[in-house]
């Protein structure tokens, strides 16, 4: 049995396929679904450039909009190359149950006839390089306006590697998660919640910005961040739908589902701040919606309607709980809400995968558990499992790397007159706005 036919009995992702060896599969690219997927890696780029970049640019205050944007642009540079280097050669090359091997270095390998799968393997490594992208981007929310420029490339650069490439691995890569048949179909562990936890280690260790508790740091720019929101919207199609790899009943369904569980949680946050505030806000519609489509993801091409309406629902709810939490409650400053969004999403959408997975709900039912597990009990497990581990590896090694960065660069953070000054001055000696 060929690693493509084992994983597929396992239910696997369709991106864990790629580890079989070229001569397993078609031997022709299928053009349908080449065009799909070019399209996909651009809607997923797009999500992080300018989509990330406007809708954290506008939460942030004015004196720090340029700082952001740079923290984005520069993590898409750096991510890009690590990737080729040595990335997608430890993330994917065969390797072992832990890691990859060096296979793929410099991309090593892969011309524009090499297939993974019914694609181009170029086409495979430019789809997995923008979730390389838009992973270390997402934490960048967390330790805003208050993070020196070498400590965060530094930070980046080294989470990239050590945090990201192995959970990668051992979820899509045939690791040993995969193995065990984790349902992951777009990035709840490899993406929001290594993302999310690695934010909430960063605030806790940069500690809060400056007058935290005694003064207003409202957005400078909603009509920035709404415009990112939508990118967001639009290009999670690519994030999710392209993870079918295939131009599909798969990939429209999961867009289909992200699109539900997008609009639930959106109008879920809503209608608790109507109810707690009187009011509803701008920034409750679009982070509700964010949530939404964070939770969905893991379990996207494994759910139906149904029960993505549900998990739309409990996310709007749960995550907007969680922000009230941190913040008023436990005093954390994660700046732009990564750990309540982005990490809570992916854990309650990790979990709800083998929950929604089931083909036995009536309206909410889905499309059936992985083949390596016995029942929704037996999956929810596995679902636990992937939760506690990526959650724990992710919070030590984010730990340590901070610690490192913080050695390296001679401190994490700017100094205070800095932090008051505003980081698009002292890092980068220019203005977001000339008025």
Not at 92 to 113: L, R, Y
Not at 351 to 374: E, I, K, R, T
Request: charged letters at 10%.
């Amino acid at each position: 049995m060929t690693l493509f036919t084992r994983n597929l009995a396992l239910g696997a992702p369709l991106a864990t396929l790629l580890l079989a060896s070229p001569a397993a599969f078609a031997q022709e690219a299928n053009g349908a679904n080449t065009a799909w997927i070019l399209t996909a890696t651009a809607l997923v780029l797009f999500m992080t450039l300018p989509g990330l970049s406007l809708f954290y640019g506008g939460l942030v205050r004015s004196k720090n909009i340029l700082s952001v944007l740079m923290q984005c642009f520069a993590i898409a540079c750096i991510a890009s190359l690590l990737w080729m280097i040595v990335g997608y050669s430890l993330a994917f090359g065969e390797g072992n149950a832990w890691i990859g091997d060096f296979s793929h270095a410099m991309f090593s390998g892969i011309g524009k006839d090499t297939l993974s799968g019914d694609i181009p393997e170029s086409l495979f490594a430019l789809f997995q390089m923008t979730f390389a992208i838009i992973t270390p981007a997402l934490i960048v929310g967390a330790f805003a306006e208050r993070m020196k420029f070498s400590s965060m490339l530094i930070f980046s650069a080294l989470w990239l590697l050590a945090v990201y490439v192995p959970v990668c691995h051992w979820v899509w890569g045939g690791g040993f998660l995969g193995s065990w048949g984790l349902l992951d179909f777009a990035g709840g562990t490899v993406v929001h919640i290594t993302a999310g936890v690695a934010a909430l280690v960063a605030a806790l260790v940069l500690g809060n910005r400056d007058g935290f508790e005694t003064v207003a740091m409202p957005p400078h720019n909603m009509t920035m961040t709404v415009t990112g929101a939508g990118m967001l919207w639009v290009g999670w199609f690519g994030f999710n739908g392209g993870s079918a790899l295939a131009a599909n009943g798969d990939a429209s369904m999961a867009m289909l589902v992200t699109h539900i569980s997008a609009a639930a949680g959106s109008l879920a946050w809503m209608s608790i701040e109507w109810i707690k505030f009187r009011k509803p806000s701008v920034l409750g519609i679009v982070t509700g919606m964010v949530a939404g489509l964070g939770t969905i993801t893991p379990a996207s091409g494994y759910v139906g309607p149904g029960g993505a309406l549900v998990i739309g629902l409990v996310a709007g709810c749960v995550c907007f709980v969680m922000t009230q939490l941190m913040k008023r409650v436990w005093k954390i400053d994660d700046s732009l809400d990564v750990f309540p969004v982005h990490g809570i999403g992916g854990i309650l959408g990790t979990l709800l995968a083998g929950v929604f997975a089931s083909p036995n709900l009536g309206v909410f039912s889905g499309h059936g558990f992985s083949d390596a597990v016995d029942g929704m009990s037996g999956q929810v497990w596995v679902q636990f499992l992937g939760v506690i581990i990526t959650f724990g590896y992710t919070a030590v090694v984010t730990y340590v790397i901070l610690k490192l960065t913080g050695v390296l660069t001679g401190g994490l953070r700017v100094s205070r007159d800095d932090e008051l000054q505003g980081l698009d001055i002292t890092m980068h000696e220019e203005e977001g706005y000339k008025l």
